[in-house]
């Protein structure tokens, strides 16, 4: 398997308010890109989550197809205060639920391992570059 992380200017996301985001392509290579922050620490824990995420959605079969329509949907009715999570993944229907939520504690066991407050990790995350 084959994997590419690279950090990328924000406005180049193919989602406006995501800051990682990731997809595999036909050769089961996954290839993740991650907003740039002001810190690396915030840059790889993003990194290290989308990846995680990435995995363990491909062992399990959910498709990025699958995760796109939900997170569409989900951005929808976010705007209309329908939404029990503030990220898409924090849904309990979400197809990706249980994955988003293990990538959510391996980025903040990493944060925190480098000395990093979530706080402050928080704050890199809301103003990406």
């Known amino acids: 398997m084959k994997i590419i992380i690279e950090t990328i200017d924000h406005c180049s996301q193919r989602d406006p308010d995501a800051i990682g985001d990731w997809h595999i ?4 290579c996954i290839v993740v890109r991650v907003s740039k922050m002001d810190d690396p620490i915030s840059e790889l824990a993003v990194a290290i989550h989308e990846l995680q995420e990435a995995f363990l ?32 993944g924090g849904e309990p229907d979400a197809p990706y639920h249980w994955e988003h939520q293990a990538s959510n504690q391996t980025e903040n ?20 570059i």
């Open 25 to 28: 392509e036909k050769d089961n």
């Open 57 to 88: 959605c491909w062992r399990k079969g959910v498709s990025e197809e699958e995760v796109n329509l939900f997170d569409f949907r989900w951005a929808e009715n976010f705007k209309n205060k329908l939404t029990q999570s503030d990220e898409p």
């Open 109 to 128: 066991t990493f944060v925190l391992s480098c000395g990093m407050s979530l706080k402050e990790h928080d704050r890199n995350c809301e103003n990406p």
